[in-house]
């Protein structure tokens, strides 16, 4: 392979340039996010209710989702991590990217107000409410061999349930992104390493994603390899399928950052 070397002049424009991106996308974006929903959560209309499915720790579960609908996932029975996972539902070579969510919005704190996009720049899901931010989108699920390591034997893993999850909605292991881990408190120290913040956390957090796109949504309810519980004891999950609402033109996580609008825009010039 040939490498192209780059003068020092030329990275020096390539790094103001980026530099000055970087400005004008944090200078648009509002002086601070809302605040977190509040605890204890409110009451759902049961008239919104299309499906509810309660997760049990360990398990895995797939749904489809319609544009506008929005996932609801309830930690009402204690804590437990879940990660995530989403393809375009009529094209599944589109699929989740958690890099290019944090590139784009020049931050790993995905909370209330902020959008998850696709691999093809095009958002996904955006999180209309949440009671914790405590989500990570660094490090992944849990594999095999972190589960054997610090549980034994017998005990399920994100990584294969995540596998013979796509494999039933007709893909493989090669189709499968980056997870994203809801009510996973990680953060990055002082010295660059990741650190898991307990106190990040509350009882009944919850999390609401609104689609903005028709998709196939993927979970995996399986303890967080940072998880510092030595047992494995993921709680069950209730997740919902509530139906769509109407939008406001002003709506926050439409209008947030540049990079939301951009790519809301990319949502629309794909439908025509």
Same mark, same amino acid.
């Given at each position: 392979m040939q490498h192209i070397r780059r003068s020092p002049e030329e990275i020096a424009a390539n790094r103001a340039r980026y530099q000055d991106h970087q400005r004008k996308g944090l200078e648009f974006a509002p002086k601070a996010l809302p605040t977190p929903s509040p605890l204890p959560a409110r009451e759902i209309d049961p008239a919104l209710v299309v499906h509810q499915e309660t997760l049990p720790g360990g398990w895995y579960w797939s749904t489809r989702v319609t544009k506008g609908e929005t996932l609801r996932i309830a930690q009402e029975q204690g804590f437990s991590s879940i990660a995530l996972v989403a393809w375009n539902e009529t094209d599944q070579s589109e699929r989740l990217n958690l890099v290019d969510t944090v590139k784009m919005q020049w931050t790993t704190a995905l909370s209330k107000g902020r959008v998850i996009f696709s691999d093809m720049?095009?958002?996904?899901?955006?999180?209309?409410?949440?009671?914790?931010?405590?989500?990570?989108? $660094?490090?992944?699920?849990?594999?095999?061999?972190?589960?054997?390591?610090?549980?034994?034997?017998?005990?399920?893993?994100? !990584?294969?349930? $995540?596998? $013979?999850?796509?494999?039933?909605?007709?893909?493989? !292991?090669?189709?499968?992104?980056?997870?994203?881990? $809801?009510?996973?408190?990680?953060?990055?120290?002082?010295?660059?390493?990741?650190?898991? !913040?307990?106190?990040?956390?509350?009882?009944?957090?919850?999390?609401?994603?609104?689609?903005?796109?028709?998709?196939?949504?993927?979970?995996?309810?399986?303890?967080?390899?940072l998880d510092p519980n030595p047992h494995y004891a993921p709680n069950p999950v209730v997740i919902s399928r509530l139906a769509s609402r109407p939008i406001v033109s002003d709506d926050l996580c439409r209008t947030a950052t540049a990079e939301a609008v951009r790519g809301f825009e990319n949502n629309a010039f794909a439908n025509l």
């Open positions: 720049g095009r958002v996904m899901f955006s999180v209309t409410e949440d009671s914790s931010g405590a989500h990570d989108c $660094l490090m992944g699920g849990s594999t095999a061999a972190s589960t054997l390591a610090k549980y034994g034997e017998g005990k399920r893993n994100t !990584r294969d349930n $995540l596998v $013979l999850l796509a494999t039933k909605a007709g893909m493989d !292991r090669r189709d499968i992104p980056a997870a994203f881990s $809801l009510f996973a408190p990680v953060r990055v120290d002082a010295d660059g390493k990741f650190a898991w !913040r307990q106190e990040l956390l509350h009882d009944g957090d919850y999390v609401h994603l609104r689609a903005e796109m028709d998709m196939i949504v993927g979970f995996s309810n399986c303890p967080h390899p």
